[in-house]
């Protein structure tokens, strides 16, 4: 072909590169006005500022510094499984987000990463799992608390195989330094699921499930609350057992009028199942059970979800959101989030309504 005919040629595979970095850049600009949750049967992928999936799996969302910080687990796409390539572990570590209306994130980066040295206990394939972050006012740090299962990431019963893992930081992005890993209580107690909760004292709650083997005394799976010292880098001797939350998980704890309400999933694994939550006047009970909050499609199974965490949208009194998972353990990545408002139909009472798609500016009532 001569020259004069690739001209036309060349500037029509120009004009194709252009109009295809045009339709690349309306995907990774676009910007969402709402939470789009979807139906319970769909799995709506959530995208960063760049366009990328968000990969931050059962952490929290935290306000510092004039925005809000959600961070979390970053899983690999592989299936669940035993052993070293489970899709629900990570060679990443945590990592962070940051948004100004809780739509939109840009991603901050990985805030405790895990170590290429398989000395190191944070040599991965391991789970930093259900990651919380606290602010203490005192000491001017952010304490990071999560499960700590150690390499491959497998629970276990073995010290480093089922303990709860602390980070500390001067900037709510990190880096944060691994402080190690202890029990509460006794080492008997195997931790589980967790949450950490900061009261309106500044005192801070460590709430997990506590996994006793047989044949120790008192046996069994039930969520207790731990007081940290007031650095919040370990655990005080004041506890209390939630007696009727046995075998309860994926402990969701907010505060609202004076109530303490605490959600809860049962222990099936990676089913799901009806969530349940409970009440009380003092962080360390008695609490009431109240019931399954959820209503909507699928309420039996909280919508194909499992509650992660809960918080108080910035400068509101009332408008409390839970963010929920839908976990996919065929590819751990695919793993799908939720956000949910919480509405009160009594000062005592929470309900969650399942909706598709909503924004703060139209709050649920």
């Known amino acids: 072909m001569d020259s004069s005919a690739q001209k036309p040629l060349r500037r029509w595979i120009l004009v194709l590169v252009w109009l295809c970095g ?3 850049l309306s995907v990774s600009a676009q910007k969402n006005s709402e939470f789009n949750n979807g139906a319970v049967t769909e799995h709506v992928a959530w995208l960063d500022t760049s366009g990328n999936l968000i990969n931050a799996h059962d952490g929290g969302i ?5 925005r809000y910080h959600w961070y979390g687990l970053a899983l690999r796409p592989l299936p669940v499984a035993n052993g070293p390539d489970g899709g629900q572990k990570t060679t990443t570590g945590v990592v962070m987000y940051s948004s100004t209306d809780l739509y939109n994130w840009t991603y901050e980066g990985v805030v405790l ?23 203490n006012r005192s000491t001017r740090q952010y304490v990071m608390w999560f499960h700590y299962v150690g390499y491959p990431g497998d629970h276990g019963t073995k010290i480093g195989s089922g303990d709860a893992g602390v980070a500390v930081s001067n900037k709510v992005n990190g880096p944060y330094a691994f402080k190690g890993y202890s029990r509460p209580i006794d080492a008997n107690g195997i931790v589980r699921d967790f949450t950490l909760f900061q009261d309106d004292d500044g005192a801070a709650y460590f709430i997990y499930d506590r996994d006793v083997p047989k044949p120790l005394p008192g046996s069994g799976r039930v969520l207790h609350i731990v007081k940290l010292t007031d650095d919040y880098l370990g655990f005080s001797a004041t506890y209390y057992e939630i007696a009727n939350a046995s075998r309860r998980e ?8 004076g109530f303490y309400f605490l959600i809860t999933s049962a222990e099936t694994g990676w089913k799901n199942n009806a969530a349940n939550y409970y009440r009380a006047t003092n962080i360390m009970g008695p609490y009431a059970e109240e019931g399954n909050p959820c209503i909507g499609p699928d309420a039996e199974l909280t919508f194909d979800a499992q509650g992660t965490y809960a918080f108080l949208v910035h400068g509101k009194k009332d408008e409390f959101v839970l963010m929920a ?6 590819r751990m990545t695919d793993s799908s989030y939720l956000f949910l ?3 009160f139909p009594t000062a005592s009472t929470l309900e969650l309504p399942y909706i598709p798609a909503w924004r703060l500016k139209n709050w649920p009532r």
Do not use: Q, W
């Open 22 to 24: 045009l339709s690349t």
């Open 62 to 66: 935290l306000y510092a510094d004039g």
């Open 113 to 135: 990463a895990c170590s290429p040295d398989p000395a190191n206990p944070l040599y991965g394939p391991m789970r930093f799992e259900r990651p919380k972050i606290v602010y």
């Open 250 to 257: 994926a402990p969701v704890m907010f505060k609202r009028n």
């Open 325 to 330: 998972e839908r976990h996919i353990t065929a």
């Open 341 to 343: 408002p919480i509405r």
